[in-house]
C-alpha cells in the first residue's frame, strides 16, 4: 500500500506561482516513478510531469519550461513548483506513483487539490 498526501493548491492570479506538495508514505519503497496528472474542468485527466528512476523527469509540453518537478527523498516528497500560471493551467492536480514489486504492479493516487489561476 503508498498514501499520498497533496498540499499546496489554491486561488492564484495569472502571471503567479504555486508550490504543490505530496507526501508519500507506506511501502514506499515499491515506488518506481512519482510524478502529478492534472484533470481541467470538462477535460479528461493529463500529465503533468512525472520522475523515474534514477531521476528522469518528463514534462508535458504545455508546462515545460514554467513547471518544475523535484523530489526530496528524506521527507518521501515530490514538489511542483509551479510559475507563470495562465488560467489554462486551472484544474484538480492529483499525485501519482507507480509501484512495481515481482508479480505485482499498482497504481496509487492522491485525494486531489485544486489550483484555480484567475484574476
Known amino acids: 500500500q503508498v498514501h499520498l498526501v497533496e498540499s499546496g493548491g489554491g486561488l492564484v492570479q495569472p502571471g503567479g506561482s504555486l508550490r504543490l506538495s505530496c507526501v508519500a508514505s507506506g511501502s514506499i519503497n515499491t515506488i518506481r516513478v512519482m510524478g502529478w496528472y492534472r484533470r481541467p474542468p470538462g477535460k479528461q485527466r493529463e500529465l503533468v510531469a512525472t520522475i523515474t528512476e534514477p531521476d528522469k523527469i518528463l514534462y508535458a509540453t504545455s508546462v515545460k519550461g514554467r513547471f518544475t518537478l523535484s523530489r526530496d527523498d528524506a521527507k518521501n516528497t515530490v514538489y511542483l513548483q509551479m510559475n507563470r500560471l495562465s488560467p489554462e493551467d486551472t484544474a484538480v492536480y492529483s499525485c501519482?506513483?507507480?509501484?512495481?514489486?515481482?508479480?505485482?504492479?499498482?497504481?496509487?493516487w492522491g485525494q486531489g487539490t485544486q489550483v484555480t489561476v484567475s484574476s
Open positions: 501519482y506513483a507507480w509501484s512495481s514489486v515481482p508479480g505485482n504492479e499498482s497504481d496509487w
